[in-house]
Structures are given as structure tokens and as C-alpha cells.
């Protein structure tokens, strides 16, 4: 079975067991949501956001010593990019939503797997960096940062400590 | 007079070594005002995110963009973090004026670069105070090392400075307190270097760190460097040595110091008829009020540039071109540390041995080029720092997606990389003429002061050296076996090593020189120039440690001659 047909396939499922009419959240413009460099997402799009982050790197069972990752993402666009850069954000995410819709997907209820085969596609479509294809980046590049610089992983994982046990320039691995 | 200003001493500028001057003539029983002209930063309770963790700060340790680009000098040091940017100058709270590209990296508070500084205290030795009459250039310097070496061993001892006894003539050794063990990699390139080339060294940095805290450490109430390595946000335990958790809580502890921040010196007050300074003008930093403080000796130490400015703006009828400046050289013969060169490489091999822990200092190599006698086309040369580390791999494989992505990251602990290697090149530059600090004859700034303008640049003899030591430690690395070696010109602009030296140079004759062997002016002996405006040549090592035992020596010679009515 081809990509596409996987896709399709998924997507029937996935639309079978929904009555999309009846539930799909409406939603304003994310531009609207752009002011003067900045972008301050309503609740309803900080909560597409973290699914759109937990589709690309599910965490949502992990939430222990992990900021949701829409607040940190957002908070990284607007303090780190430059104005241009959040309003791109802004637009790919407004085209990302769009993206969805086009395939009938309703991001709250749909299962994920629909939504990141679809991304999969595109980028194996190896388009041009447009705005879609950057706030997926985007999205995905703050979500691993968001779990790397947290209490979760640097604690659990990389085993970091304020003091540090004795140092050992000669320790066996 | 208000008697309420008159003091034995005045110290201008709270930093790593006007703290330090402070901190002697507190404790020779001389009353002494330390003037700042930044806010006070105390120890502990200024110290807003030294206990926070990695994850607590909203940008993760970086700063905003908007700040970066607002102050593109302040952010171009390697320092400046989410974490500790509250000790740096903004860029345009004390705008200057850059006739070359000049990256002036401040630090305005008690304490002054003392808390973010990187803690580097090597010895000065023998030859780099020979060097410029060597080598033909500068100035004589008017002292030799065995003048300063009592009194690095007195800083040492009060600072606290971790060290081996390597017997390496370049940089002597001192008071040390027990050094931290250095990684295998370290010692198989030191072992590596040591059979290849006389002469040349790899030893462990020393550092104003406490790896075991001494008597006088606790009367301080410092305690040991826990490695946090976290120390530019200010070290709750007194790791580290900053003015801040040492010399000025000693000084005020005397009960001989009154501390004034926010105290921008205006100028130094010349009295005509004892030929004396006799105080300095000071305005509020918040007030903008105007006051007069006097006193019998005068300390001036808020840093080589400022240090030359001020001077410069102390116009007198006898000393129009600024107090001392006979010689028409003060702001002149500035010169800094070129930094401007590294290298990296990956190491095949150790695959057995791992790194635990932190430490806050690494490998250095002293200078080995042109010590004993001139061997190369350019002049004087470089030490350089040496670090080694074996840091986890970074994950994950930009094809995941969902919970392959997931499972990359999670599905397994982090695996260790290979060993790297990497150094960085610290330059000895040239001082010259045409390198100097001067006051704009018309702008000022907003408390009324000419502003300053800065100009120095790299010449050939750094592009030579830049070579060279791309040179000799691609063939180090070589011979040790190292793969994958890069080398790089970071363009570093001057200014960026912090290390900005000279504009009131010490030298044996006033028509060469603004200060005598004792950092006394020439022209005015009652005051004396202890921190980097006082270097003749500016050698290799981090500087901080031969500050404080400049201001050290200098502070014992006033209160010397204070006794005498001398000065």
C-alpha cells in the first residue's frame, strides 16, 4: 500500500467515527491572533498547538517536569524571532489548520497518526520552505527543545544535578 | 570642607581590584571611602537566579532578540545570559564612541566584573616584565617579578586559588589550594606535548576557585566550590573569588570603609598649593546631585578605560591635558588580548572512559613562543586555553516523526559521543600610540562627562600569530593522534577578551610614562593607578590576579608613606 493510500485509508476511519459537522471547533484566523510581532494564542488555539506538538512528539503522558509545550513554543517564537519570522509562524500555523480541514480532520478528536501522515507527505513531497513547512519545523524543533531543557529529561536522562557529584576526568563508561 | 567627606582614602571604582585596594588599607586601620558608580550588589542577596535550575529560566538560558539587537555589544560577550545579564552595561545606558570597532564589555556595580569574570589567575613571570625592553617595545617596565611576587602570594592566599606546582617558568607557581584531577585526554596530550617539544606544557588552569576552604577562607564566609559551574550568576557558597563575598564585606567589616554607590566620578580634584590631588568630584548616578569628597590618597580603579578618562577630565591649570599627563601619553598605548583564534578536534580513542561531574577551569598552555629568545617574524606570542570533554551524542535523527521521535529520544539514556578537543588563543598584542582612549571634545553624557572614544585595532604582527598558532597546534594535535582538526578565525572585534590594558603606563621615566614603579603618578604622587590602565605590555595570562596584586603592593606603599606624611 503507497503513502497516499494510507493516508486515505486512515482518514476514512478516522472520519467514520466522527460526525464532523456536528463537532468541528471553529476557530478565528491565527493572523488575527498577530499583533506588533507578537502572537498571543487563545486557548483554543493553545490547545491545537499542544496536539499539534504531542502529534509530533507525543508527551502528553509525561506530564511531570515538562511545560505544556504550546507555552513554550510560543514564548520562543515571539521573545527569540524577529517579527517577520512570528508573523510567517502565524501564517503556516493558520495554513497548517487549513491543511487539516482539507482533509477533514478535527485535530481534538481525530487520531493523531491521520494528521502527522498527512505532514509525512508533505515533506516527502520535498516542497519549497514555505510558511506550512516552516511552522512545521517550527513546531517540532521547539517540541524537542521543549523536552531536552526539562526537569523531566535533564534530571531522568542526562542525569543533571545543580551540584554535580565529585568530578572524575578518568571515569570507566 | 564638609569633615563628613574628608577620609584617609578615596578608591574609585568597586571592582576586582579597587575592592582589593579597599580591603588593604581597611585593614592597615586607614579610613577609606569606595566609591562605585554603579548600584551595590551584595553578596547572596543580589544574587537573583544563582540557585534557579536550567529549566526555570523562560528562554532557556538565552536572551530575548529585541535585547540582542539592542545591545549588540553587551550580547556579544560569550557571559551575557538569561541567567546574569543583570550585570552587564546595556549598550545605551553609557554610550561611548568607537573610532574602530570596540566591544567594551562593563560591568558597573560593587563588585564589577569580579562576579562574571572568568577566574583565570596565572602568574606573571620574569619575562613578560622584561619583555618590552627585550624586545623594543613599549616602555621599560619599572618593576620585575620578584617586586610583584610576595604580593601575588598574598592575593593568592586571601582569593583562594586552586593549582598544581607545575615548576613551569612561564607561569611560577603560587599559593595554591589543591587542583581538581584533569580528564585522561588531558593528561595523555600533556604527556604527548611534553615528549615532542622542549619547552612546551599543558598544565591545569589555575583559578580563583576553593577546592579546600583555608582559615582565612571561612573568616570570609566562603566555602568550597561546590562545581556547580554556574558561578557568572554569583556563587551562594563563595566558591569563587568575586569583590562581592570577599574583599568588600572584609573591608567594611574593619569598620574603616564607607561604601557610596552610584558615585560617577567626575573628576580628581587638583590642589595647586600642596601639588597635591585632594579629593574627587562626584555626581549621584540618580540624583545627578553634585558632591566633593576629599582625602590624603586617592586609589583610582574603574578600569583601564575609565580609569585614562578620568584622569583626562581632572583639567587643571598645572595639568591642562588631564592630571599627570606631562608626557602627553595618558589614554595612549592601549593594547588588549587577541582572541581571535582556535582550533577543535575529535579524539580516536578512550572509548572506555567517561567524564562525571563539572569543573569550572581547564587545561591551559603557557606561552612558548619567543620566551628565551626571538624565533619567530613576529613579536612576543600566545598562550592558549585546552579543554577536553565527552559529551552525550546529540539525538534525534531529523527523519523521526510521532513516536519514532519519541521512542529516539526516550526509548534509550543518551549515548556518549567521542573525546573532543578544543583551544582558544590568548595573543599578547602590541600597546601603541595611535591606540588610545580620548574625550569627545563635544558630546557628553548624561551626567555631563565628555564621552569617551576608543580606538585599537589588530595589526600584522596578530595576523602572524593568528597563523602560527593555527600552525603549531594543528601539528600538537597531529603528533597526539587527534582527528578531524579544525581550525578557525572567529574575527573577534577588539574589546571582546575583556582584557583592555594600558592608557596609564607605568614606566621608569615621566616623559615616557604617567605612573612610577609604585603605580603612583608621576606628577602627583598622592595618587595611584592599580588596575588595568597601569600595564605597560599586556603579556599572555588573564589579568585579574596581577591587578589585585598591584593594588595590594600600591596599597601598602601609600599607607607606608601616609605614615611618613610622604604623600
Not at chain 1, 491572533?33 to 493553545?46: E, V, W
Not at chain 2, 544563582?50 to 529585541?66: C, I, S, T
Not at chain 2, 570533554?389 to 516523526?401: G, I
Request: charged content about 25%.
Amino acid at each position: 500500500m503507497d503513502r497516499r493510500s494510507a493516508i486515505r485509508n486512515l482518514t476514512v476511519a478516522a472520519a467514520g467515527t466522527l460526525l464532523w459537522a456536528g463537532c468541528r471547533e471553529q476557530y478565528v484566523n491565527v493572523l488575527s491572533l498577530y499583533n506588533s510581532g507578537s502572537l498571543n494564542l487563545d486557548q483554543k488555539h493553545k490547545t491545537y498547538l499542544n496536539q499539534i506538538s504531542d502529534t509530533f512528539l507525543p508527551l502528553r503522558d509525561l506530564a511531570d517536569g515538562i511545560e505544556r509545550p504550546a507555552d513554550f513554543i510560543i514564548r520562543m517564537i515571539n521573545k527569540m524571532q524577529a517579527p517577520e519570522q512570528v508573523l510567517k509562524f502565524a501564517q503556516g500555523f493558520e495554513a497548517y489548520k487549513e491543511l487539516m480541514k482539507g482533509a477533514q480532520l478535527d485535530i481534538n478528536t481525530s487520531d493523531p497518526r491521520v494528521a502527522l501522515a498527512i505532514v509525512k507527505e508533505l515533506i516527502a513531497e520535498n516542497p519549497p520552505l514555505d510558511n506550512l513547512l516552516g511552522f512545521v519545523h517550527t513546531v517540532r524543533g521547539y517540541s524537542i527543545w521543549n523536552l531536552k531543557s526539562s526537569e523531566h529529561y535533564m534530571t531522568q536522562y542526562q542525569e543533571y544535578a545543580m551540584v554535580p557529584p565529585p568530578f572524575n576526568g578518568n571515569a570507566p563508561v | 570642607m564638609n569633615k563628613d567627606h574628608k577620609y584617609e582614602a578615596i578608591v574609585i571604582g568597586a571592582g576586582m581590584s579597587g575592592s582589593y585596594a579597599a580591603k588593604e588599607l581597611c585593614d592597615k586601620g586607614i579610613k577609606t571611602l569606595l566609591l562605585e558608580r554603579g548600584r551595590d550588589v551584595r553578596h547572596l542577596q543580589d544574587y537573583p537566579t544563582a540557585v534557579k535550575q536550567p529549566w526555570e529560566f523562560d528562554l532557556r538560558g538565552n536572551m530575548p532578540l529585541a535585547d540582542r539587537e539592542a545591545n549588540p555589544i553587551a550580547a556579544s560577550c560569550y557571559a551575557y545570559r538569561e541567567d546574569n545579564e543583570h550585570f552587564f552595561i546595556k549598550d545605551d545606558h553609557h554610550p561611548y564612541i568607537q573610532d574602530k570597532p570596540f566591544q567594551w564589555i562593563r560591568g558597573y556595580q560593587t563588585g564589577g566584573k569580579s562576579i562574571m569574570w572568568a577566574r583565570q589567575t596565572q602568574r606573571w613571570s620574569e619575562y613578560d616584565f622584561q619583555g618590552p625592553a627585550r624586545d623594543g617595545y613599549a616602555v621599560d617596565w619599572p618593576i620585575r617579578y620578584a617586586d610583584l611576587a610576595p604580593w601575588y602570594s598574598e592575593v593568592e592566599r586571601f582569593v583562594g586559588i586552586t593549582g598544581n606546582r607545575d615548576g613551569v617558568d612561564t607561569v611560577p607557581d603560587g599559593e595554591f589550594l589543591p587542583a581538581w584531577g584533569a580528564t585522561v585526554v588531558h593528561d595523555y596530550f600533556a604527556n604527548v606535548v611534553k615528549k615532542h617539544y622542549k619547552n612546551r606544557h599543558v598544565i591545569f588552569g589555575r583559578c580563583a576557585h576553593i577546592s579546600k576552604p583555608n582559615d582565612i577562607h571561612i573568616q570570609q564566609g566562603r566555602g568550597q566550590c561546590l562545581n556547580r559551574t554556574e558561578c557568572e550568576r554569583g556563587c551562594p557558597f563563595g566558591g569563587y573569588f568575586n569583590a562581592n563575598g570577599s574583599t568588600i564585606p572584609w573591608a567594611l567589616k574593619t569598620g574603616n570603609l564607607d561604601l557610596r554607590p552610584f558615585s560617577v566620578v567626575h573628576s580628581i580634584i587638583y590642589d595647586k598649593e600642596t601639588g597635591k590631588a585632594s579629593g574627587v568630584r562626584v555626581i549621584d548616578a540618580n540624583t545627578m546631585e553634585a558632591t566633593e569628597y576629599f582625602a590624603d590618597v586617592i586609589f583610582l580603579n574603574a578600569g583601564a578605560i575609565n580609569s585614562a578618562a578620568i584622569l583626562l577630565n581632572s583639567k587643571s591649570y598645572r595639568f591642562p591635558d588631564g592630571l599627570g599627563n606631562d608626557s602627553g601619553l595618558l589614554g595612549k598605548y592601549m593594547a588588549f588580548h587577541n582572541y581571535r583564534a582556535t582550533i577543535s578536534a575529535t579524539v580516536d580513542g578512550f572509548k572506555d572512559k567517561k567524564m562525571i561531574g563539572r569543573l569550572p577551569t581547564g587545561g591551559y598552555v603557557p606561552r612558548f613562543r619567543n620566551v628565551y629568545r626571538q624565533e619567530t617574524d613576529f613579536l612576543r606570542g600566545y598562550a592558549a586555553g585546552f579543554d577536553t570533554r565527552r559529551s552525550l551524542r546529540a539525538f534525534p535523527d531529523a527523519e523521526c516523526w510521532g513516536e519514532d521521535l519519541r521512542e529516539n529520544i526516550l526509548g534509550h539514556k543518551p549515548e556518549l559521543g567521542p573525546w573532543t578537543v578544543g583551544s582558544h588563543m590568548m595573543g599578547e598584542t602590541i600597546p601603541k600610540e595611535e591606540s588610545y582612549v580620548k574625550l569627545d571634545d563635544k558630546q557628553v553624557d548624561k551626567w555631563g562627562i565628555p564621552l569617551i572614544r576608543i580606538s585599537m585595532d589588530y595589526d600584522d604582527n596578530d595576523e602572524k600569530m593568528i597563523k602560527d598558532y593555527h600552525e603549531q597546534f594543528t601539528d600538537m594535535f597531529e603528533k597526539a593522534g587527534f582527528v578531524d582538526i579544525k581550525t578557525n578565525d572567529n574575527g573577534r572585534i577588539p574589546g571582546n577578551d575583556i582584557h583592555e590594558m594600558g592608557g596609564v603606563r607605568m614606566g621608569r621615566d615621566p616623559k615616557t610614562s604617567v605612573l612610577n614603579k609604585w603605580n603612583q603618578l608621576h606628577a602627583c604622587d598622592n595618587v595611584y593607578v592599580t588596575d588595568g590602565a597601569c600595564m605597560t605590555s599586556t603579556s599572555t595570562q588573564n589579568p585579574s590576579l596581577t591587578y589585585m596584586a598591584f593594588a595590594a603592593r600600591a596599597a601598602n606603599h601609600a599607607v607606608e608613606m601616609l605614615k611618613k606624611s610622604e604623600i
